[in-house]
Every structure is written in C-alpha cells, then in structure tokens.
C-alpha cells in the first residue's frame, strides 16, 4: 500500500490565484482529514470527511473548499490565495480498528503564496 | 471536544526517562487518550493510545490516571532520534471523529 499521498510537494502562488491540493490514500478508510501547519505552530484542522460525499468544517475552513466523490480521494481547493494561507498542509486517513484508532498522514505539500 | 493543556517544550539527555504530562479536566466518559510523535517536515505518526490505567508498546508508556483528568507519556532511555514534538489528543467517534491537534511539546533531546 502506497498509504497516503499528497500532490505537489511545493507550489509557489500568486496572490489572488487558485490551485488544488490532491490527496488520495489506497487503505479504504471512510474518514479524511486536511490539515494546516503554520511554521512552529501545531495542527490546525481545515476540512474532514466521514466517507463519500460528506463533509464538514474544522476549526480554519475560511478560504478553502473541499469536495468527495470517491472514498479515495479527497481534494482541498484554495481559491483566491492569500499570504496567510502559507503553510503546510497535510492529508490524512483515519483507520478505525482495534486495539486502537490510527490516523496516517501524507508527506505534506508546502505553499507559499506571494 | 476536550481540551488539552501540555508543556510547551522540553529537555532531555540521551539515555534518560522522558515523561509528558497532559491535562484534559474536560475529559468525557467515552473519550480516549491518543498521543502522536511529529519530525520536522514529516507528518504526525501514531504513538499509543489509551483509555484507562496503563498501556504500553514497543516505543513507550501511557498511563492514565483513575480520574482521567490527565495523562502521562513515558519514553524509556531516549536517544537524539526521539527529538521531535509530541501532541496529546482527546476524543472520542460521537463527533464524528473530528480531531483538534494542540500546540504540542517539543522535545530536544541532547547528547
């Protein structure tokens, strides 16, 4: 299993532009989850997915949308970019099973908006 | 969703006992105790998670306390590779599993 992945690593943006964050995971997991990572802060929750077609705002959702279709993917779509949306941002899974429940993260895409 | 309170940051030398105490006073009956470790420039990886009283894996201890209004994670002879930062989590799967990341304690361990 290739896990979680995450599309692009990096990605410079203009102001004002828009651009897709891909994420798809190969595990089968119904919950999905998209994270923001500012430099030497915590997680911040932006978007998660409890299976197909079903979503729900975190605690950051201003600015970004989310959509999904297929159990595999979960795109997060940043329109009209703006510098504070620079960070990082991580995908992940939610494997529900015993002994315990287990979220696994993708690698990450970095974004600078100038 | 319960609130966690953790130290900021810590310090450690190799080979030493390292304990992270979070504070959850909010804690709910159905809700568990999760704790993820994250390198620079990765993303978050399960450590361990538990319920009540103690449990532990291969790479550390969790122990909770009866009133479960906090909880401690040991890390037993740490290395330089421990160097990470660690995030106590609290919840349970009625809110739809959505899940709240603090700050996280940032641990450095020295040589």
């Known amino acids: 299993n290739a896990g979680v992945t995450q599309t692009p690593k990096f990605r410079i943006l203009k102001i004002g532009q828009s651009m897709t964050l891909q994420c798809t995971q190969d595990m089968n997991h119904n919950y999905m989850y998209w994270y923001r990572q500012d430099p030497g802060m915590g997680l911040k929750l932006i978007y998660y997915s409890v299976g197909a077609g079903i979503t729900d705002k975190g605690e950051v959702p201003n600015g970004y949308n989310v959509s999904r279709s297929t159990t595999e993917d979960f795109p997060l779509r940043l329109e009209l970019a703006a510098p504070s949306q620079t960070s990082v941002y991580f995908c992940?899974?939610?494997?529900?099973?015993?002994?315990?429940?287990?979220?696994?993260f993708g690698p990450g895409t970095r974004l600078t908006v100038l | 969703l319960a609130k966690t309170t953790q130290p900021i940051s810590m310090d450690s030398y190799e080979g030493q006992e390292v304990n992270i105490t979070c504070s959850h006073n909010?804690?709910?009956?159905?809700?568990?105790i999760t704790w993820y470790q994250q390198f620079p420039s990765q993303g978050p990886r399960f450590i361990i998670q538990g319920y009540k009283t103690k449990v532990t894996n291969e790479v550390a201890s969790l122990f909770i306390p009866a009133d479960r209004k906090s909880s401690t994670l040991s890390l037993p002879r740490v290395s330089l590779s421990d160097t990470a930062v660690y995030y106590c989590?609290?919840?349970?799967?009625?809110?739809?599993?959505?899940?709240?990341f603090g700050a996280g304690t940032r641990l450095f361990v020295k040589a």
């Open positions: 989590l609290v919840g349970d799967d009625t809110g739809g599993f959505k899940t709240i």
């Open positions: 992940a899974s939610l494997r529900l099973a015993e002994p315990h429940n287990e979220q696994f």
């Open positions: 909010n804690i709910a009956t159905n809700d568990y």
